[in-house]
């Protein structure tokens, strides 16, 4: 099943490296949402890299790091590492499996998204939704270069779309959804 | 000619693919469905029974909006990167096709055009979930077709020998089957017992998210075949020569990168600060080094860095001291303060012990005052939750490491390894 999905992720041509930063740190925003929600750590993104047999990729914690850092709006500079397709791929398959395994986790808080915004209520009022809301922003805040224009709304705006994201992730065609929606972006956003 | 219907029920919709077969297909090595209709129920338990919708089609309607489902969902996940409002398609109504429009964050509209069902309702407002559950009951559809065809692409590989040997069979055969078979009736295998549509409705099911704990606080009854077997965790990929097939992986040269990424160190190791050191996983780790740490000692750690070593090997050689009894230690300004990063991991090494029944390694996120001791500690993942009291971290404001000057980290990520062996990060 892995070599499946590895072969639905053919790489579409870039055009210039900076298609490459986007993708990176659009990566790194999917990743960091999962982590919100679903209490995941390092450890745990490792597992997944084993159980997908992706551990030559992204085998231990200083190479997961590396890679994380090699998003360009982190605020960390040392230890960048160049991403290529290949931890691309491997990124956006370990996104989609965490998601999967989640993938109850993210139908009842989406649920609940769905819940308060009928009732008109503030979606960081339920447990469950507060919680993601303010490890997302901690993350964010902590670790990517905040500019003007990240104000909390933004970054919270962000926080559910992403959430919303991650459900479709979850599905089976999910590492492919967002494999073209990452190159979709990259090339939008020149 | 008999029916043959697949069901896909995720929990707020159901899609039904009716299509005829003939009983030859077997022989003919045909296992396509002729003639395909499809139903697809909006029937959300939750919803009324009058506002649950059905709208029914052909197999060109189904393509129709699987595609519009489609564009819709591209456009709203790359949406969240590149910051813009979902963009709403321009829609050409005046065809009168169906197509998909954003509502709000958890909401959009469908507009059914031609695919006008039961109700005479001309749109259906979908929450995200809903989307989610047509999606998913889309793809099994799709899949269902793969599979079918890939059959079936099988099923025709030559074999004259078996041919020519039952060709008199077959012509018997089919005069049995056109007596046997009542000829208005159509058989619904859906739900007979034979092994391939039964498997398939398994099958199929399996792929549907498990809702089962949600739905127990809905009021209304469950439906029909919904067998959710769903399983919580992805089985394990069958494990494979090499981990990863290597005809697909473009040639690096082909990439517009200058460098591929194999090069598995820091861009500028001469730049390199010391807010992170790294340790190698593979060493026995900082307990030996540090059981005793000695204020004039400096402690090296390793770094997966050849540079970086040779650096560090070079910066010991030219602060060798010379003792009064002309010994020579080997040893560092002795004045020197150790780095953010050096103080946290050997302030835990010593203190560091992990309980017997540890099995896994727990990480924390560390926030600290100006004045070096812990403002927050915040445990990342369950176990770093149930371990926290003995950790020894300190969290009564007591001393922990030196005043945070302005171009260190307020913020470190520690982790404690069920082996003792300790590794500290800034972030």
């Known amino acids: 099943m892995i070599n499946d999905r590895w072969q639905d992720l053919t790489q579409p041509q870039l055009k210039n490296e900076n298609q490459l930063e986007n993708i990176k740190s659009h990566l790194d925003l999917v990743l960091l949402a999962i982590e919100a929600i679903a209490n995941i750590n390092s450890e745990a993104i490792l597992l997944a890299a084993k159980d997908l047999n992706l551990e030559s990729v992204v085998g231990d914690r200083i190479t997961l790091w590396r890679l994380r850092s090699s998003n360009p709006q982190r605020k960390s500079t040392g230890g960048r590492k160049k991403l290529d397709v290949e931890e691309a791929r491997s990124l956006v398959l370990i996104i989609c499996y965490l998601a999967h395994q989640n993938q109850e986790l993210l139908r009842r808080a989406v649920g609940l998204l769905e819940q308060t915004t009928a009732q008109n209520k503030p979606p960081y009022k339920t447990a469950l939704l507060g919680n993601y809301l303010d490890n997302f922003i901690d993350f964010y805040q902590s670790r990517i270069q905040v500019s003007i224009e990240h104000n909390n709304d933004a970054i919270s705006d962000l926080a559910w779309k992403l959430l919303i994201d991650l459900l479709f992730y979850s599905g089976k065609n999910g590492h492919r959804l967002l494999w073209i929606a990452i190159f979709d972006a990259a090339k939008i956003s020149k | ?427």
């Open chain 2, 1 to 427: 000619m008999f029916s043959k219907i697949y069901r896909f029920t995720p929990p707020t919709c159901t899609l039904e693919i009716k299509g005829k077969k003939s009983p030859l297909s077997r022989w003919q090595n045909r296992d396509l469905l002729d003639r395909v209709q499809f139903k697809l129920s909006f029937d959300d338990p939750r919803l009324p029974s009058d506002q649950q919708i059905i709208i029914e089609g052909d197999q060109q309607d189904l393509e129709q909006l699987k595609m519009v489902v489609n564009d819709y969902l591209e456009n709203l996940l790359h949406a969240s990167f590149t910051h813009k409002e979902r963009v709403n398609q321009d829609f050409n109504t005046t065809k009168n096709n169906p197509y998909l429009r954003s509502t709000g964050l958890v909401s959009q509209e469908l507009f059914l055009g031609t695919l006008k069902g039961d109700r005479d309702r001309d749109k259906i407002e979908l929450s995200t979930t809903q989307l989610f559950d047509l999606v998913t009951a889309l793809q099994a559809y799709d899949t269902k077709i793969s599979a079918l065809s890939q059959l079936n692409q099988r099923r025709q590989k030559p074999s004259i020998l078996i041919w020519g040997g039952v060709a008199a069979g077959l012509i018997l055969a089919v005069g049995i089957a056109k007596v046997l078979l009542p000829t208005s009736s159509v058989q619904n295998i859906a739900e007979s017992a034979k092994p391939e549509s039964s498997t398939s409705i398994r099958e199929l099911d399996r792929v549907v998210p498990p809702s089962a704990p949600q739905r127990a606080k809905k009021t209304l009854q469950p439906k029909p075949n919904n067998t959710l077997s769903s399983t919580k965790r992805l089985p394990p990929p069958p494990a494979v020569d090499t981990p990863k097939p290597k005809p697909n992986i473009p040639d690096p040269a082909d990439y517009p990168l200058s460098k591929v990424a194999r090069n598995s160190g820091f861009d500028s190791p001469t730049k390199q600060t010391e807010s992170v050191i790294v340790i190698p996983p593979n060493t026995k780790p900082a307990a030996s080094n540090f059981k005793e740490p000695k204020n004039n000692t400096k402690i090296i750690p390793e770094v997966n860095q050849k540079n970086e070593i040779q650096k560090d090997f070079a910066e010991l050689s030219n602060d060798s001291i010379i003792n009064s009894d002309n010994s020579v230690e080997t040893v560092i300004k002795p004045a020197k303060k150790l780095s953010q990063i050096e103080q946290v991991q050997a302030y835990f090494s010593s203190r560091w012990q992990p309980p017997a029944d540890l099995k896994q390694s727990l990480e924390y996120r560390l926030k600290l005052n100006a004045d070096g001791s812990i403002k927050k500690v915040i445990p990342i993942g369950k176990a770093a939750k149930m371990y926290l009291t003995q950790t020894n971290i300190p969290v009564q404001r007591e001393k922990f490491i030196d005043p945070v000057t302005q171009s260190q980290s307020t913020k470190i990520r520690l982790l404690l390894n069920p082996d003792g062996g300790v590794k500290v990060f800034t972030e």
